[in-house]
């Protein structure tokens, strides 16, 4: 993580910074713009100009995106209205999560390939052919998700160590069902799941999101921390 300091590039990349001061700093989360690295922050207020064909993705203490799309000239940092100590924690969070991810190997390194591949393409549901952290929305339905397959699949899913094991049917071409009934849905619950046919279970844990988090940005940095990493990935890649 780092601050921007004043710079020029000449050329192509056509960047220039004059800084103002301002109380507050944007956080960079994505730039194709020479100069302009992710994880740096940029004080509000900044004079930018940004060539065409070009964007840079800021983050403000409020939580909400700005892209910017050159040709662009002017300044950054617009609907920011003031500083607050919850604001730079939340800044200075998501700089040092995309400054650590710079390779790949936190954040979204299971990014998503299609429901026939790996990993979904669906941000919430629960993965039962890969163990890890789950994030859950509680006021939205949870779904289990396997790789979509033409044949009928069935599974085992238990809440360890209180419940017995619950069987559930996966009917053919599905490539998500809901979350079983008979098995309660728990903040910290660990669980086991065995799909017919894998010789190993998976292990997962679930992690329910506070409604207090005021934002997407907020909720990424949330489950970042409670280790739900692909999910936090993913929900990065579509702020805008």
């Not at 960079?28 to 100009?49: F, K």
């Not at 790949?104 to 890969?130: C, E, H, S």
């Not at 490539?175 to 669980?191: C, F, H, S």
Request: net charge positive; aromatic share 4%.
């Amino acid at each position: 993580m780092r601050i921007l300091p004043f710079l020029t590039v000449a050329g192509a990349a056509c960047l220039l910074f004059a800084t103002v001061a301002w109380a507050a700093d944007l956080v960079v989360i994505r730039s194709n713009v020479a100069g302009i690295t992710r994880g740096s922050l940029i004080p509000a207020g900044t004079q930018l100009e940004i060539p065409a064909g070009k964007s840079v993705t800021l983050i403000n203490p409020s939580g909400t995106p700005e892209t910017l799309k050159g040709p662009f000239k002017g300044k950054v940092g617009a609907r920011v209205t003031g500083a607050s100590e919850d604001g730079e924690r939340l800044v200075r969070a998501l700089a040092k999560l995309v400054d650590d991810d710079k390779d790949g190997a936190t954040l979204g390194a299971m990014r998503a390939v299609g429901d026939k591949g790996g990993v979904p393409t669906d941000l919430w549901v629960i993965n039962v052919t890969m163990s890890g952290t789950y994030c859950v929305v509680g006021d939205q339905p949870t779904r289990l998700w396997r790789p979509k397959s033409d044949k009928k699949g069935a599974l085992s899913l238990k809440l360890v160590p209180l419940s017995k094991r619950v069987k559930v049917s996966w009917p053919a071409g599905e490539a998500t069902i809901p979350w079983p009934d008979g098995i309660q849905l728990r903040d910290r619950g660990n669980y086991l799941v065995q799909l017919k046919g894998s010789l190993n279970a998976i292990k997962f844990q679930i992690r329910m999101l506070p409604e207090k988090l005021a934002s997407d940005a907020h909720r990424v940095v949330w489950m970042a921390r409670k280790g739900c990493d692909r999910q936090a990935g993913l929900l990065m890649d579509r702020l805008r």
